[in-house]
């Protein structure tokens, strides 16, 4: 993991190994934000038609490396596009962005200063997150690598002495942690990260950071009457899990719930995914993975907001033991549901998750699933699907994403649905699919929302697209797991404090 620190320094003057800078669009040129007047200066005030002339558009994402002035201090300096700036105001992502872009364009070098424009504490974490953030690798599993890019990232800021610059720092720092155990946690194979493995886990982290940890095993889940999370979990000879985090602060402002789909692989069960289908259902975690991530980032940061958190671990597998399409489970709080897809099991250990989770009165539920295919066929693979009880409740939650930088729109839960739902059934209360191929995603969301106490406002983050990254980096997300929802659960505990 790399450190990260504050520095006054200027961008001409400070030793690394690279200083990343940004380049702003400006007409059909570009021009460069302020902090870079002395570098611009050690290379005779040149370096805007050097980077021109190097191709430099300043669109975002765009990369242009030149040595560094001379005499040199960095042997590097690195250019990154922050895109337009139509309005005159920088975003905080594209600050992120940049920050990411500029750290992975800088590879192996062992120290790297991020002079970006920072005119806030808002702009500082922006900068320090994207630049940890895109310091990710995953490379447990190589046997030739470098164990880690070591190394130091350093924020040149006139701020660097502020409480407020040294707050944002260390939210970013502590985000940035959650956001890397998230990702690590979605890349470990299914194999080593099994419902039991998982559950140890988050119990190991939760000691580490004062949060309490409680695990029901298989034994404690069929006492309980937990019959959606036994149910998936019944083919695979890795037994289910349903983890409890809380963490209760002195004077809690309000009372957050979370709760998180960890399938920790998705065959399918017996309605079995085709193999392209399965390559990247070990990402079927993630939402659990994320609360878990973002109720200790939240501890650890202080924050006055008590939160609950759910995780609902199985690995959904075809076998003699499996449930089989028309078995009908007896779910936790008294619902029957047929299981005509075993496919659609998310919701199955969800719908459990949710009736516990309402038992503790919380002012909000957030359930975040990478529930859906149909999800991504909706929005595609950045922008996750935000669905609610109440607008209100979800607009709270689409706030804090756009704040955080992680992309989310609303999408409803039409009344029809829930009636196909229970309908499609003709010997259980509902069925687990609709039988139509039609807004798959609305229907899932229906289905969870008819396991929500009612008065308890919830809202539904189908992550099924953003969760995990088939494609190649870009910005400060990494191929893989990427963290999504981290953030914005950090940032709602963060913006009700
Ligand atoms: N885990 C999948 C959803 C998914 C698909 C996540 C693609 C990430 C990428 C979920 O359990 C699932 O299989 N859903 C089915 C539901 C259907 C059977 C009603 C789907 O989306 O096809
Ligand atoms: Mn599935
Ligand atoms: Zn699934």
């Given at each position: 993991?790399?450190?990260?620190?504050?520095?006054?320094?200027?961008?001409?003057?400070?030793?690394?190994?690279?200083?990343?800078?940004?380049?702003?669009?400006?007409?059909?040129?570009?021009?460069?934000?302020?902090?870079?007047?002395?570098?611009?200066?050690?290379?005779?005030?040149?370096?805007?038609?050097?980077?021109?002339?190097?191709?430099?558009?300043?669109?975002?994402?765009?990369?242009?490396?030149?040595?560094?002035?001379?005499?040199?201090?960095?042997?590097?300096?690195?250019?990154?596009?922050?895109?337009?700036?139509?309005?005159?105001?920088?975003?905080?992502?594209?600050?992120?962005?940049?920050?990411?872009?500029?750290?992975?364009?800088?590879?192996?070098?062992?120290?790297?200063?991020?002079?970006?424009?920072?005119?806030?504490?808002?702009?500082?974490?922006?900068?320090?997150?994207?630049?940890?953030?895109?310091?990710?690798?995953f490379?447990a599993y190589?046997?030739?690598?470098?164990?880690?890019?070591?190394?130091?990232?350093?924020?040149?800021?006139?701020?660097?002495?502020?409480?407020?610059?040294?707050?944002?720092?260390?939210?970013?720092?502590?985000?940035?942690?959650?956001?890397?155990?998230v990702r690590d946690w979605v890349n470990t194979p299914p194999s080593d990260l099994h419902p039991v493995e998982f559950a140890a886990q988050?119990?190991?982290?939760?000691?580490?950071?004062?949060?309490?940890?409680?695990?029901?095993?298989?034994?404690?889940?069929?006492?309980?009457?937990?019959?959606?999370?036994?149910?998936v979990g019944?083919g695979s000879t890795n037994p289910p899990r349903?983890?409890?985090?809380?963490?209760?602060?002195?004077?809690?402002?309000?009372?957050?719930?979370?709760?998180?789909k960890g399938i920790t692989f998705d065959s399918g069960g017996?309605?079995l995914k085709?193999s392209?289908g399965m390559v990247s259902m070990k990402s079927d975690m993630a939402g659990a993975a994320?609360?878990?991530?973002?109720?200790?980032?939240?501890?650890?940061?202080?924050?006055?907001?008590?939160?609950?958190?759910?995780a609902?671990m199985a690995e959904n597998m075809p076998s003699?033991?499996?449930?089989?399409?028309?078995?009908?489970?007896?779910?936790?709080?008294?619902?029957?549901?047929?299981?005509?897809?075993?496919?659609?099991e998310g919701?199955?250990v969800?719908?459990?998750?949710?009736?516990?989770?309402?038992?503790?009165?919380?002012?909000?539920?957030?359930?975040?699933?990478t529930?859906?295919?149909?999800?991504?066929?909706?929005?595609?693979?950045?922008?996750?699907?935000?669905?609610?009880?109440?607008?209100?409740?979800?607009?709270?939650?689409?706030?804090?994403?756009?704040?955080?930088?992680?992309?989310?729109?609303?999408?409803?839960?039409?009344?029809?649905?829930?009636?196909?739902?229970?309908?499609?059934?003709?010997?259980?209360?509902?069925?687990?699919?609709?039988?139509?191929?039609?807004?798959?995603?609305?229907?899932?969301?229906?289905?969870?929302?008819?396991?929500?106490?009612?008065?308890?406002?919830?809202?539904?983050?189908?992550?099924?697209?953003?969760a995990f990254?088939?494609?190649?980096?870009?910005?400060?997300?990494?191929?893989g797991g990427?963290?999504?929802?981290?953030?914005?659960?950090?940032?709602?505990?963060?913006?009700?404090?």
């Amino acid at each position: 993991m790399s450190t990260i620190t504050l520095s006054k320094s200027d961008a001409a003057g400070v030793k690394t190994d690279a200083v990343v800078i940004g380049v702003v669009k400006l007409g059909g040129g570009v021009t460069l934000p302020a902090g870079t007047e002395s570098l611009n200066a050690a290379y005779g005030g040149k370096l805007v038609e050097v980077l021109s002339d190097l191709g430099a558009t300043g669109k975002s994402g765009e990369v242009t490396k030149v040595p560094g002035p001379k005499p040199a201090k960095s042997p590097s300096l690195i250019a990154v596009g922050l895109g337009p700036a139509p309005d005159g105001e920088l975003k905080t992502e594209d600050l992120r962005a940049a920050a990411g872009t500029g750290v992975r364009a800088a590879k192996t070098a062992h120290s790297v200063a991020l002079a970006l424009p920072t005119p806030d504490a808002e702009c500082i974490r922006a900068v320090a997150e994207g630049a940890l953030l895109g310091r990710y690798s995953f490379t447990a599993y190589k046997s030739e690598s470098p164990s880690d890019v070591p190394g130091n990232l350093i924020v040149l800021t006139d701020l660097a002495r502020t409480k407020e610059a040294k707050a944002a720092l260390e939210r970013a720092e502590v985000t940035a942690d959650a956001v890397h155990q998230v990702r690590d946690w979605v890349n470990t194979p299914p194999s080593d990260l099994h419902p039991v493995e998982f559950a140890a886990q988050a119990l190991k982290l939760g000691k580490e950071y004062g949060v309490k940890v409680e695990v029901l095993d298989e034994k404690a889940l069929a006492k309980g009457g937990y019959g959606g999370i036994l149910g998936v979990g019944q083919g695979s000879t890795n037994p289910p899990r349903l983890v409890r985090l809380s963490y209760t602060p002195k004077k809690p402002v309000t009372h957050l719930a979370f709760v998180g789909k960890g399938i920790t692989f998705d065959s399918g069960g017996l309605s079995l995914k085709t193999s392209t289908g399965m390559v990247s259902m070990k990402s079927d975690m993630a939402g659990a993975a994320a609360v878990i991530g973002a109720t200790v980032a939240i501890a650890r940061l202080g924050l006055p907001v008590q939160v609950t958190a759910y995780a609902a671990m199985a690995e959904n597998m075809p076998s003699g033991s499996a449930a089989r399409p028309s078995d009908v489970l007896n779910m936790y709080g008294g619902k029957t549901v047929e299981v005509l897809n075993t496919d659609a099991e998310g919701r199955l250990v969800l719908g459990d998750a949710l009736v516990r989770a309402s038992e503790d009165e919380p002012d909000l539920i957030i359930d975040v699933a990478t529930l859906t295919g149909a999800c991504v066929v909706a929005l595609g693979t950045k922008v996750a699907g935000a669905f609610a009880n109440t607008d209100a409740a979800r607009d709270r939650v689409v706030d804090a994403a756009v704040t955080a930088g992680e992309a989310m729109w609303p999408l409803p839960i039409p009344s029809e649905m829930l009636d196909k739902l229970k309908s499609h059934s003709k010997v259980a209360d509902l069925a687990n699919i609709t039988g139509e191929p039609w807004g798959g995603a609305l229907a899932a969301a229906a289905f969870l929302g008819d396991f929500v106490a009612e008065g308890i406002d919830w809202v539904h983050l189908d992550v099924a697209g953003p969760a995990f990254n088939d494609g190649g980096p870009s910005g400060y997300t990494p191929t893989g797991g990427t963290g999504y929802a981290v953030r914005t659960l950090v940032e709602l505990a963060a913006s009700a404090s």
